[in-house]
């Protein structure tokens, strides 16, 4: 998300500029400034990817009779639909902090959380409870 809106201020700066470099005009300056700024962010991603050491986090929901949105560290939000096993879409690398809380919930119901926050220790964190009711 910080990505988009840096991308989105850069852009925006230059709309009102006349960039000048010999033989380009603004346009092409931007593209090139955002598109060298995307390839290093893939490359970024591609070598933690592949370094083997990013983990899942999830855990188990009870109860839940509607759509539910859980969101990690104020960021990622995932929805759910049903109740049993789950994990959040993306993967993190080894010793990342997190805090899971319910950003949106069914309008009939309570939904809790028990083992909510921590960090990622070397696997898998499956220890996370969300009680619907």
Do not use: H
């Amino acid at each position: 998300m910080r990505t988009v809106i840096y991308v989105i201020l850069i852009f925006t700066m230059f709309i009102n500029c006349t960039l000048k470099e010999e033989d380009k005009t603004s346009d092409q300056i931007v593209r090139t400034l955002v598109s060298d700024y995307a390839s290093s962010s893939i490359s970024a991603a591609r070598e933690s990817a592949g370094s083997g050491k990013n983990f899942r986090i999830g855990g188990n929901i009870a109860g839940l009779s509607g759509i539910m949105f859980l969101q990690n560290n104020a960021a990622e939000q995932a929805p759910f639909n049903i109740s049993g096993r789950f994990y959040l879409p993306q993967s993190y690398p080894d010793g990342t902090n997190y805090v899971i809380t319910v950003s949106s919930k069914p309008s009939n119901q309570t939904c809790t959380i028990s083992n909510g926050f921590g960090r990622v220790s070397g696997g898998d964190v499956t220890n996370i409870i969300v009680n619907c009711i």
